[in-house]
C-alpha cells in the first residue's frame, strides 16, 4: 500500500542515449563571446572616434583622479613619450642660452668701455662726435687707426699703423 504523503514529492528524470544527446542538446558555444570578424571591427574604436568621444566628454572628464581623468591622461601620456626627460633637456638648453647671453653682454659691456677708455685718451677738449661719444684724431697710442659706431677715422691718421675697427651695442656686436 501506498500513502502519499503530502511532503513527498515525485522527481521524474529523462535520460538520453549518447546518439540522441547530440541531435537534441546543443553543445556548440554559439552565445559566449564569439563575435566574427566584422563584428570586432564594427566595435573596435579609431584613434579618430576616441578623440571624437573625447572632445565631446572633455568638460564632463574630472581634472583629477587616479583614473579617468585628465591628470590620469596627461600622466600616462607623459610617461609614453618621455616629457619629462624632454622638459629637463629644454630646461637645460634655456639656462645655457642665458648664460651665453649674459657672457656676451659682459664682453659687449668690456669692449664698449675699452673703446671709451681709448677714445677717452685720444680727445682734445670739447670736440665730439655723434653726440654721445667723444670725438678722437682718428689713432690710438700706439699709431694704430680707430674706426667704427660713434668713432670717425681722421686723413692724418698715421699710415703705418693697424685698423681697428667695429662697435659695441646692446643688441649685438662688431668685430674689432
Do not use: C
Not at 28 to 47: C, D, M, P
Not at 61 to 70: F, K, L, M, R, Y
Amino acid at each position: 500500500m501506498t500513502h502519499k504523503n503530502p511532503q513527498q514529492i515525485d522527481l521524474l528524470r529523462q535520460v538520453y542515449s549518447k546518439s540522441e544527446y547530440t541531435k537534441i542538446i546543443d553543445t556548440e558555444f554559439n552565445q559566449l563571446g564569439q563575435l566574427s570578424v566584422e563584428e570586432e571591427e564594427a566595435q573596435e574604436v579609431t584613434v579618430e572616434q576616441f578623440f571624437d568621444y573625447y572632445n565631446e566628454l572633455f568638460y564632463e572628464i574630472p581634472a583629477e583622479g587616479n583614473t579617468n581623468s585628465h591628470a590620469f591622461l596627461i600622466k600616462t601620456s607623459s610617461e609614453y613619450i618621455n616629457f619629462d626627460e624632454i622638459n629637463e633637456e629644454i630646461a637645460a638648453l634655456r639656462e645655457e642660452i642665458t648664460s651665453l647671453r649674459e657672457e656676451l653682454l659682459a664682453t659687449e659691456k668690456e669692449n664698449a668701455n675699452l673703446l671709451l677708455s681709448i677714445a677717452n685718451e685720444q680727445v682734445p677738449a670739447g670736440q665730439e662726435i655723434n653726440s654721445d661719444l667723444p670725438a678722437i684724431d682718428g689713432t690710438s697710442t700706439d699709431g694704430s687707426q680707430i674706426v667704427g659706431p660713434g668713432l670717425s677715422t681722421n686723413s692724418n691718421a698715421s699710415s703705418g699703423g693697424s685698423t681697428v675697427v667695429g662697435g659695441a651695442s646692446s643688441g649685438g656686436g662688431g668685430g674689432y
